[in-house]
Nanobody, 115 residues
């Protein structure tokens, strides 16, 4: 069973930084796309950033220039470096991956940005 495990969330002041990690139980090169999503209470889950083979990245307009997605194939891990965090970035962040036509999700990690 494929597992995605996020880590790195927490509480940070506005303007600060956090780095989220998502470790996969399978080689990440077997995923067509991996990405970070976030969901606020009462809202739909939205794409934050994705990385598609070979290394095509995509970002939500709200995070462009502040967040960076990257991958480490040797560690089967993807990262989300989040800089210049804003209170509006407060959400549960989920790692997601598409592999052989099936979508997988992590359990989520809370990011809270205080003003």
């Amino acid at each position: 069973q494929v597992q995605l495990v996020e880590s790195g969330g927490g509480l940070v002041q506005a303007g600060g930084s956090l780095r989220l990690s998502c470790a996969a139980s399978e080689t990440i090169s077997s995923f067509n796309t991996m990405g970070w999503y976030r969901q606020a209470p009462g809202k739909q889950r939205e794409l934050v950033a994705s990385i598609t083979l070979p290394d095509i990245t995509r970002y939500a307009d709200s995070v462009k220039g502040r967040f960076t997605i990257s991958r480490d194939n040797a560690k089967n891990t993807i990262y989300l470096q989040m800089n210049s965090l804003e209170p509006e970035d407060t959400c549960v962040y989920y790692c997601g991956g598409l592999r052989y036509g099936r979508k997988y999700w992590g359990q989520g990690t809370q990011v809270t940005v205080s003003s």
